[in-house]
């Protein structure tokens, strides 16, 4: 059994796919071919914001967003504690100052209670400036908008998506990557929208950002590329990765959504009373990145690794490491105290195998091995 069966999902898209690849070989167009503009226009409809720039990564993306808005030294970006590591990278990359922020225990997304806090800290020491809430849709389920965006009025913030695992969420009828003043998306395989090798994009109403943003990944240009008037990046979507994730939106669209939500739901009912399954909130929806569950402690999280690692059962710990924790940021300093639920989960937290094509045999096996190992 696999953690994410990609495999499968390119057998089933094969003909398609291969097709696709095939014609951008032909034309020739391997950088900035008719594709990339398509699927840009594709992805910016499927969301609903004006535009959509693709790019090289779901790093990139942060950081062109945060160039876009002048985001440098001696500003402050409210980063959750519980995520992966390019969302603090991607803002002291820029020169500002990543303030990590503790997670609800339910959703594992940003509490609005603790940025509050963290945001008043900061202005009474007076040395960095509020300027963004970099909120991140983790696993799967867009952040608290409707909160964040309160708080981001009352202190002038501007709010950053990460988006990068929560392409395809939504609350209400509004689709994730809508919800930031600015918002970013990977395409890394693995991300529920992947291509066959790295790939992002940013989406943003504001024509300006975006087309400050459009520059500034191509070298800064101005009337074409070599009139140069930014010092920019090189971070472009290529072609071929633009015609294969065109093939995976038609199939992600048309049933991988649904199917990777039946799944998720499947996992919850045979769990559920066992283990704490992840909680979804009411009128959210989750593209599900990650089906996380949480055990009472460290050692019931190993056991339950270890009897599923006996049968074959791939399953990963996202994450072990809390990012105020993480050597890269060992300058700056921290109580423990205010990252009780990221350490927790830190300690109790185990992800299993999940995607559109994985059967619901395979998830009676996995859960019926999780349940054995608990008695
Ligand atoms: C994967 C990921 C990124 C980075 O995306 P890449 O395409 O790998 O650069 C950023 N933030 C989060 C939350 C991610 O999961």
Redesign the pocket.
Known sequence: MQFKNLNAQYLYLKENINKAISKVLTDGNYIAGIQVKELEKELADYVGTEHCITCA???DA?ELALRAWGIGVGDAVFVPDF??F??GEAVSMVGATPIFVDVDENTFNISPASLEIMIQRTLEIGKLIPRVILA?DLFGQPADYEELKKIASNYHLLILE?G??GFGGKIGERSSLSFGDISTT?F?PA?PLGCYG?G?AVFTDDGDWAALIRSLAVHGKGKDKYDNIYIGMNSRLDTIQAAVLQEKLKAFQSFELEKINVAADCYSQLLCGSVKTPMVRNGYYSSWAQYAILLKNRQERDLVQEALSKKNIPSYIYYPVPMHRQGAFKKQTYSESEYQVTNMLCECILELPIDPYLTEENIRFISKTILESLK
Do not use: E, P, R
């Open positions: 990564n779901g790093t942060l995520t992966f390019a969302s991140v990460d990068a695992q990977s890394f991300k790295d992002g």
